[in-house]
């Protein structure tokens, strides 16, 4: 299967409408023009619209079917400052704070999804993901029964006798830092919903360790082996085994051999690092040592999807973003 390929069809037909607030950022752009040459969304710029019209002119772009709104003067503030009150009236959040809130198309950019303006954002070639998580957290915030968001990667390789077809999926690599056992078995549960519901794979997750079915003590390794059990009572169906360690996950042999009667080890396609570190360290082994093509990172758990990029990203990441995010938006429960 060629995921990105199945990604962009599904696009095509639910024509959601994304909103980048990055929008006189030149990658951008050029993403722009392409996503609308292919239709794969509907999509709103943010930004001052001489400034983009002058980028767009000069390297030749066509951006027309881009709606271009500009956060310091739209007739939307008022509504969208108000809305944001409300929402942080807890924190003190003062009408002058959420006017002055508004001009970073960050924030614009997550009150128009709030608002239901725009179905999902993409941002993050010019900003840093701690500054395109932070508005989407504080408004449209996490699904009901979510408490964590979190990012996940499908992670493709050549060798397509690894995984499902050449693809397994690892998370969390992008969000949380030091998840406790609820977080982490949440982390399990949405990482799986994701995996099936972008892919249509059937998930058989391993939760990693350095330890496998008690092989080790230490309270990291309790942790892990908790959440396993948390995460099999959010979902029942959901097949699922920990701890484990890495080869236990992903070779029939080990899994048999330390955890025998398993029905995920040696054949896992969806491994949940127990934290952040091992995570992004873990995903970027596989993307520079294994020559892995890396999707994502998908975040996952928000109530409406919002996606960051890295400030390394080429044209075609924005634009697979973008068809991700439609993805997401299209199958609201994620
Ligand atoms: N899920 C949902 N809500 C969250 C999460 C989360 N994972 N983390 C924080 N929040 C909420 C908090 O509850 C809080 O809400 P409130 O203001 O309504 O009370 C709000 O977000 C701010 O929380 P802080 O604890 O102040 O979070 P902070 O803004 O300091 O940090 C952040 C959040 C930026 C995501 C932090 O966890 C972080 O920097 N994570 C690492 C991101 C990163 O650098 N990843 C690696 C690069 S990405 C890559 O390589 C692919």
Same mark, same amino acid.
């Given at each position: 299967?060629?995921?990105?390929?199945?990604?962009?069809?599904?696009?095509?037909?639910?024509?959601?409408?994304?909103?980048?607030?990055?929008?006189?950022?030149?990658?951008?752009?050029?993403?722009?023009?392409?996503?609308?040459?292919?239709?794969?969304?509907?999509?709103?710029?943010?930004?001052?619209?001489?400034?983009?019209?002058?980028?767009?002119?000069?390297?030749?772009?066509?951006?027309?079917?881009?709606?271009?709104?500009?956060?310091?003067?739209?007739?939307? %503030?008022?509504?969208?400052?108000?809305?944001?009150?409300?929402?942080?009236?807890?924190?003190?959040?003062?009408?002058?704070?959420?006017?002055?809130?508004?001009?970073?198309?960050?924030?614009?950019?997550?009150?128009?999804?709030?608002?239901?303006?725009?179905?999902?954002?993409?941002?993050?070639?010019?900003?840093?993901?701690?500054?395109?998580?932070? &508005?989407?957290?504080?408004?449209?915030?996490?699904?009901?029964?979510?408490?964590?968001?979190?990012?996940?990667?499908?992670?493709?390789?050549?060798?397509?006798?690894?995984?499902?077809?050449?693809?397994?999926?690892?998370?969390?690599?992008?969000?949380? &830092?030091?998840?406790?056992?609820?977080?982490?078995?949440?982390?399990?549960?949405?990482?799986?919903?994701?995996?099936?519901?972008?892919?249509?794979?059937?998930?058989?997750?391993?939760?990693?360790?350095?330890?496998?079915?008690?092989?080790?003590?230490?309270?990291?390794?309790?942790?892990?082996?908790?959440?396993?059990?948390?995460?099999?009572?959010?979902? &029942?169906?959901?097949?699922?085994?920990?701890?484990?360690?890495?080869?236990?996950?992903?070779?029939?042999?080990?899994?048999?051999?330390?955890?025998?009667?398993?029905?995920?080890?040696?054949?896992?396609?969806?491994?949940?690092?127990?934290?952040?570190?091992?995570?992004?360290?873990?995903?970027?082994?596989?993307? %520079?040592?294994?020559?892995?093509?890396?999707?994502? &990172?998908?975040?996952?758990?928000?109530?409406?999807?919002?996606?960051?990029?890295?400030?390394?990203?080429?044209?075609?990441?924005?634009?697979?973003?973008?068809?991700?995010?439609?993805?997401?938006?299209?199958?609201?429960?994620?």
């Amino acid at each position: 299967m060629d995921l990105l390929k199945t990604i962009k069809e599904n696009a095509v037909k639910l024509q959601n409408h994304i909103v980048l607030p990055e929008g006189s950022e030149i990658r951008t752009l050029k993403a722009t023009a392409k996503i609308l040459e292919d239709k794969i969304a509907r999509i709103t710029l943010l930004g001052n619209r001489s400034e983009i019209e002058a980028i767009a002119l000069k390297e030749g772009l066509s951006l027309s079917g881009a709606r271009i709104i500009d956060p310091f003067t739209d007739n939307n %503030r008022q509504k969208y400052a108000e809305m944001m009150v409300e929402l942080r009236k807890n924190k003190g959040l003062t009408i002058e704070k959420a006017y002055e809130l508004l001009n970073d198309p960050l924030y614009f950019g997550v009150m128009m999804i709030k608002a239901g303006d725009a179905d999902g954002e993409v941002a993050g070639a010019i900003n840093a993901t701690g500054d395109v998580l932070r &508005p989407a957290f504080q408004y449209v915030k996490t699904l009901p029964g979510v408490s964590v968001v979190s990012g996940m990667f499908f992670m493709i390789f050549k060798d397509k006798s690894i995984g499902d077809n050449g693809m397994l999926v690892f998370a969390d690599c992008a969000v949380m &830092p030091d998840p406790d056992s609820l977080q982490l078995a949440e982390i399990a549960v949405t990482t799986a919903a994701t995996a099936k519901a972008i892919a249509n794979i059937e998930p058989r997750v391993a939760m990693l360790s350095f330890s496998t079915k008690g092989s080790a003590q230490h309270e990291l390794v309790d942790k892990v082996a908790e959440a396993t059990k948390i995460a099999a009572k959010m979902n &029942p169906e959901l097949l699922i085994d920990g701890e484990m360690q890495l080869d236990a996950a992903l070779v029939p042999e080990v899994g048999r051999l330390k955890a025998p009667g398993s029905k995920v080890a040696g054949r896992a396609n969806v491994l949940v690092f127990p934290g952040l570190e091992a995570g992004n360290i873990g995903y970027k082994l596989v993307q %520079r040592l294994a020559g892995a093509e890396t999707v994502g &990172p998908v975040l996952q758990g928000m109530a409406a999807p919002i996606n960051d990029l890295s400030r390394g990203c080429s044209v075609n990441d924005i634009i697979n973003m973008v068809a991700i995010t439609s993805n997401q938006a299209g199958a609201k429960s994620l």
